[in-house]
């Protein structure tokens, strides 16, 4: 198995981005923009994370994004430009990262709810028992389950499972 990294950015690009989605990045994303720049697990294309707030005990992940990859569907500003409008009632968020389906891995830079977040955008929890999100919207593709409250505790969860499934680092995202 195999896990995809992009080329690391420097700090002037990151304050790019931050100008352009209006917020200030929290020190460890910008750690992980500057080492990796984009994650993604190439082989067997996407891992399963254990998450209790949902009925089937699981949340699929597929990359976090990165900033002027290769691979458009992983990059960082387009993904945002595309859908970050459908979260307009949260403040300071970015879209970060997806899974197999087309849900969302999203970043709330600052304030009470900061934090990382899994977007169930294509309602694939919407009918089950526990629904244990904690942001809501009008909608049921609105809700949004704390994943951490610091990236990098997040991050290094996912690192722990790649490596606990016989991952190693492959060619560049």
Same mark, same amino acid.
């Given at each position: 198995?195999?896990?995809?990294?992009?080329?690391?950015?420097?700090?002037?690009?990151?304050?790019?981005?931050?100008?352009?989605?209006?917020?200030?990045?929290?020190?460890?994303?910008?750690?992980?923009?500057?080492?990796?720049?984009?994650?993604?697990?190439?082989?067997?294309?996407?891992?399963? =994370?254990?998450? #209790?707030?949902? +009925? @089937?005990? *699981?949340?699929?992940?597929?990359?976090?994004?990165?900033?002027? $990859?290769?691979?458009?569907?992983?990059?960082?500003?387009?993904?945002?430009?595309?859908?970050?409008?459908?979260?307009?009632?949260?403040?300071?968020?970015?879209? =970060?990262?997806? #899974?197999?389906? +087309? @849900?969302? *891995?999203?970043?709330?830079?600052?304030?009470?709810?900061?934090? $990382?977040?899994?977007?169930?955008?294509?309602?694939?929890?919407?009918?089950?028992?526990?629904?244990?999100?904690?942001?809501?919207?009008?909608?049921?593709?609105?809700?949004?389950?704390?994943?951490?409250?610091?990236?990098?505790?997040?991050?290094?969860?996912?690192?722990?499972?790649?490596?606990?499934?016989?991952?190693?680092?492959?060619?560049?995202?």
């Amino acid at each position: 198995m195999a896990i995809q990294t992009g080329t690391s950015i420097g700090q002037s690009e990151i304050d790019l981005l931050e100008k352009n989605f209006a917020v200030t990045f929290p020190d460890d994303y910008k750690t992980f923009l500057k080492q990796y720049n984009g994650f993604r697990v190439a082989s067997p294309d996407n891992c399963d =994370i254990p998450f #209790d707030k949902v +009925d @089937n005990g *699981y949340i699929s992940f597929d990359a976090l994004f990165g900033h002027q $990859v290769n691979n458009e569907n992983y990059e960082l500003t387009m993904m945002n430009d595309e859908f970050l409008d459908e979260l307009s009632f949260i403040e300071n968020a970015v879209i =970060i990262g997806i #899974d197999p389906g +087309d @849900n969302f *891995y999203v970043l709330i830079t600052e304030g009470e709810q900061a934090g $990382v977040y899994y977007w169930d955008r294509s309602c694939l929890h919407a009918d089950d028992l526990k629904r244990d999100y904690v942001i809501t919207g009008e909608e049921d593709s609105q809700h949004l389950y704390l994943c951490d409250t610091i990236f990098s505790k997040f991050l290094e969860s996912l690192l722990s499972l790649t490596i606990k499934k016989g991952m190693s680092s492959s060619s560049e995202l």
